[in-house]
């Protein structure tokens, strides 16, 4: 689909997504890093735990499929050898502080005039422009402030969030979309642009309905209550939180539970599979399922329904719950860890994984495939992330740089 551009992708580790992303649909990414490797290839995740930067488990997800060199863009030689580049290229993408590039002589009014068709791509915490601009943007910083950390957890404990930092990922299939938009921009145009992105404006679309919905109709602040987030009030007045995530014998399912007169056939089917379990439904067995709601029952019915389902769930595994709520209309499906994904039936069918070879390794990994899949074409991965400088000499080539050249360049630690 992209396979007629060429991206110079100078992300740091915060935004290789971007990059990823556009490479899956085609496009050719080049990824420039520093002479002796990026940064991001001494952390972790590394196999077997072994510290190597041409071994890192991070930098084979997100740079798959990109090309790669080396070249400091912050000494003169780098700088004039990535102007050259840019005359060849169709669009950057970066991710520095703001401001950076402008200092290095390579922002955008300073591409536009060497390539009036080049797209400049910036992705940060908070944008190229406003008071937080120029603020630090570590992952927690940006996921507090978009919102999205004050609904998780407790009401009595303080906000939570997840372990794994993807709030900057974000941001960055942001700016890949923001990218491919303003080339089909330039199709018409003729002329490049600066895509701005700002990694908590994209949390903030995350939650929008979640927090903000709330706050704009009703005035209201939404509150955190574990892994029950429906609030409905109860016939005695009391607010009550649905449960949405469940404990059953081997993991979680999800299920939200719709207690109206249009959700009756599904309920009373599986008050039916309960007792077939020998639980007592209690004052479920005369309850008027296609009649009444939530505003119908008491709290201390409400809870007596939470423990019959909650019983009823831990006697079946996910496998057994998913099975009966798709031959009985049930509305729930399991919470599926990274093992049940990877020999989910469903994906297998979509040929969802790729083996892709690793040589350094002396095996293959497997690989997420594409985001899609298109008539026109296979999007996704198809090939490892490139070594440290493995296409230095395919790109200067290129540029004119002879062996010679690329070697004196090499010893003045240029690329």
């Not at 791509?121 to 978009?146: C, H, M, N, W």
């Not at 892994?227 to 993991?251: E, I």
């Amino acid at each position: 689909m992209l396979s007629c551009y060429r991206i110079l992708d100078l992300t740091t580790e915060k935004a290789f997504m971007c990059g990823r992303a556009l490479s899956d649909f085609g496009a050719e990414v080049i990824k420039i890093e520093k002479p002796g490797g990026d940064p991001s290839r001494f952390k972790g995740l590394f196999p077997n735990d072994i510290p190597d930067p041409e071994k890192n488990l991070t930098w084979y997800a997100f740079n798959a499929n990109k090309k790669g060199i080396t070249l400091d863009i912050t000494t003169e030689q780098g700088q004039e050898i990535f102007k050259n580049l840019v005359k060849t290229a169709d669009a950057v993408i970066e991710s520095y502080a703001p401001g950076y590039m402008d200092s290095l002589g390579l922002g955008y009014k300073d591409l536009s005039t060497i390539n009036p068709q080049i797209v400049l791509t910036s992705i940060s915490g908070f944008g190229q422009e406003g008071p937080y601009r120029d603020y630090k943007d570590p992952d927690i910083v940006v996921r507090a402030l978009s919102g999205m950390v004050y609904t998780a957890g407790y009401d009595d404990r303080p906000p939570l969030t997840v372990s794994y930092e993807h709030s900057h990922s974000l941001g960055a299939m942001n700016g890949a979309a923001g990218t491919m938009i303003a080339l089909t921009h330039r199709v018409h145009t003729n002329k490049g642009q600066h895509v701005d992105c700002s990694a908590q404006q994209a949390l903030d679309v995350v939650c929008s309905a979640e927090m903000e919905g709330p706050y704009a109709f009703f005035g209201q602040v939404a509150t955190r209550h574990g892994n029950a987030r429906a609030a409905v009030t109860l016939k005695d007045g009391n607010t009550f939180y649905n449960v949405l995530l469940w404990p059953c014998k081997d993991g979680y399912i999800a299920l939200n539970l719709l207690l109206n007169p249009s959700a009756a056939k599904n309920n009373l089917s599986m008050m039916e599979f309960i007792k077939k379990d020998g639980i007592d439904i209690g004052f479920l067995e005369g309850w008027e399922w296609d009649k009444k709601s939530w505003e119908d029952m008491t709290l201390a019915q409400a809870q007596k329904l939470m423990e019959t389902l909650g019983k009823f769930f831990m006697n079946r595994t996910k496998s057994e719950l998913l099975k009966l709520a798709i031959e009985n209309r049930f509305q729930l499906g399991p919470c599926n860890n990274a093992a049940d994904i990877l020999d989910y039936p469903q994906l297998k069918a979509r040929k969802f994984w790729k083996e892709i070879e690793h040589p350094e390794l002396g095996k293959s990994l497997k690989y997420p495939g594409g985001a899609v899949m298109t008539t026109y074409g296979y999007v996704g991965i198809k090939h490892r992330a490139p070594r440290i400088g493995e296409h230095n000499g395919e790109i200067y080539k290129e540029l004119g740089l002879s062996s010679d050249e690329q070697k004196a360049l090499k010893k003045q630690n240029v690329i």
